[in-house]
């Protein structure tokens, strides 16, 4: 999880000068404390908020600045550093947040990493998706991806049913073999490693 999140934020600062890690609960104040960024300075918000703006404006105008910000948030009226979050980034530490930022997409596509979230679970699989994905992708291209990872193919429908065509003559063949174990012959697209259930 650790390796997910430095490589986010280093993808954050490669857009943004400040990047904001909001942590309502508190869950990753450790791995703040020992994430290093070269070049980057930490820093924590606890209640000083104006003090804070009044460094990263005009005490250090250029320096790359990692803000934690442990707790909820305040309500806008009362968030002294709104108008920087909104211009800079915030980054969420979360597991649809960190995929997001490792396959390129926007966060429109949050529920579609949460509905297959088995498919995501496979380093492998994420990686195969990453070379695959194009920014005009829309949440049914990508869906079509997976499935042409987990069949092996490219992402061409034909080439995809072609794949699942032959995996099927081929436990059908199976299935009348006398040894055959009970449960063998899941496809890529069954109930195996690379099982992939569209909702």
Request: proline share 7%.
């Amino acid at each position: 999880m650790r390796d997910r999140i430095q490589a986010g934020l280093e993808r954050s600062f490669r857009k943004h000068r400040i990047v904001f890690w909001h942590d309502p609960e508190t869950r990753f104040r450790e791995d703040f404390e020992e994430i290093t960024i070269p070049g980057v300075t930490k820093a924590e918000v606890q209640n000083d908020e104006f003090v804070l703006k009044h460094r990263l404006i005009r005490e250090e105008p250029r320096q790359p600045f990692l803000v934690y910000r442990p707790g909820p948030l305040p309500a806008d009226a009362r968030n002294w550093l709104l108008d920087l979050e909104v211009a800079h980034g915030v980054f969420q530490a979360d597991r649809a947040a960190l995929l997001l930022m490792e396959l390129g997409l926007p966060p429109r596509f949050s529920d579609l990493i949460e509905a297959h979230a088995r498919f995501f679970e496979a380093k492998a699989r994420v990686a195969r998706l990453k070379e695959m994905i194009e920014e005009t992708d829309t949440a049914a291209d990508i869906r079509l991806k997976m499935i042409a990872v987990c069949a092996g193919t490219p992402a061409r429908l034909d080439e995809i049913l072609e794949a699942l065509l032959s995996e099927l003559s081929r436990d059908e063949g199976e299935a009348d073999r006398p040894d055959r174990p009970v449960g063998a012959g899941a496809g890529p697209l069954g109930h195996g490693a690379d099982g992939l259930r569209l909702h």
